[in-house]
């Protein structure tokens, strides 16, 4: 059954979000005063399923999404396009190259990300006092995206300005950045009481919103990148002890569009195909419902990917597989998780398909290294009949599935000495791809590398590959040779939060910026 996804906005949070020149009107367009506006239960759920709005905003906007500026810095995926200029902004992401506080994708990310969070605020600030009978589900909700959103913004950008009420005027705007161990203290904060009120997923009154189980694997996440292993360990315990998550059987079908918000799924955010886009009404950098992404990553038409007997459609060609990717599937002899990721040339020209390089400027392919791209495939029956079929498909982003949470814990159980347990929770994930056990003697660094590889090939393509690289201190080594630095761990602060924000100055840019 086709899901519904309720995408209603609330327009009274315009006025609050980070870096605003405006952020202290609140336009009132058909709506009621704030002061009696989160009195009525209705109006409180309206506020809440537009925080989830704004989140699929954020991931799914165009060429300035949270999914291709996560992924991009990572050595499983290549921006791509049609050549080195196209959607510069992008490249120089993927190529660690001119990376600046101007670049239009990071700033997007910075600021929807802060929109978020100041629409979680305007919740909470208002309902916390109240009677409502929707409060404490309401609160939690809030309280998680915006952990969420915090852990988003410390892990990219390290240090940064921690809102927690919506300002009222000019002075209040201005915030100077918190540390690390702050931003991530309140996200533990936030979670521990979204936990307590969230509902469990087989209870939850929409598939779409997030369970109980979803803010107990975060905060697991959370405390593993700050390396306290034996707390998060109980966090994933409840979550893999609850049978309402569990992984999908086959790595295919964790992608399929008939298994979304499935047994697999912790937070995922919902797309439809049901608005009919065409060339005509596309809103570009702006909200479609469709995902567009999968549109963006299609493997290149012009005659240059051939697709027959693939069943997929061309896109327009960015992301596309590393060499590097490819090899590590092969080494670990990992056929079925690969086939669900990736194609490569070979198999494409097996299947009845073609590469035609000559058909490119040059006679190159833009950053391709013999692979198309599986994972979030361009399927024609994820699309709609109505409107441009390119343009509607309803493919949803996984943001945090369970196989994740296996492999986190698998990685704390590895750090705290209980390797037995670590191997457990990594066969569950090798298992599921096909792959044997593995050596039950392995033990101490060697099964942490074996847990490093397996995120590698289980994650591709999924926006986590770097940020564990630089936490795990890889980054230098994994990507050696590429034009990677130091400078690349954290992404400049934007300009335009510098600029407009009193508290901050050129002194606290991120270094090398």
Known sequence: ?????????????????????????????????????????ENVESAIIGIYDLMQFNYGRDWHSAFLVKLLPGDDANAAGGNSEDQGQLQNIDDYANVSSSNVSIASVWDLYYRTISLSNLVIENIKDSNLSNKDNALAEAKFMRAWSYMELTTMFGDVPL??????????????????????AQIQLDLTDAIASLPEKGALANNFRVSKGAAQALMGKVLVFQEKYSEAIP?????????????ETNPADVWSVNNEFGIESLFEIGYV?????????????????????????GPRGDGIFDLTGTGLINGWGFNLPTSKLVSAFETAGDVDRKAATLMTEAELIAAGGAVDASAASGGVIWDYEGAIRIKYATNPDDSSEDGVKELNYSTNFRLFRYAEVLLLAAEAYNKAGQDAAAITELNKVRNRAGLA????????????????????????????RFWDLVRWGKASTELAGTGYSSTNDLFPIPITEIDKNSELTIADQNPGY
């Open 273 to 297: 195909s049901t608005t009919s886009r065409d060339w005509g009404n596309l809103a570009w950098g702006g909200r479609n419902e469709s995902n567009l992404h999968i549109q963006l990553m």
């Open 235 to 247: 966090y994933f315990q409840s979550v893999i002890s609850n049978t309402a998550h569990d992984l």
């Open 437 to 464: 056990d593995i050596d039950a003697a392995t033990s101490g660094d060697a099964l942490f590398e074996a847990i490093v590889n397996e995120k590698f090939l289980e994650l591709a393509h999924e926006g986590q």
């Open 1 to 41: 059954m086709k899901k519904i996804f309720l995408t209603i906005i609330v327009v009274l949070f315009f006025g609050v979000y980070s870096c605003s020149e405006e952020f202290t009107e609140n336009p009132r367009l058909n709506v009621q005063d704030l002061e009696t506006f989160f009195l009525e239960e």
């Open 163 to 184: 809102r927690l009420t919506v300002p009222t005027s000019a002075e209040e705007f201005g915030i100077a950045k918190s540390s690390r161990a702050d931003i991530y």
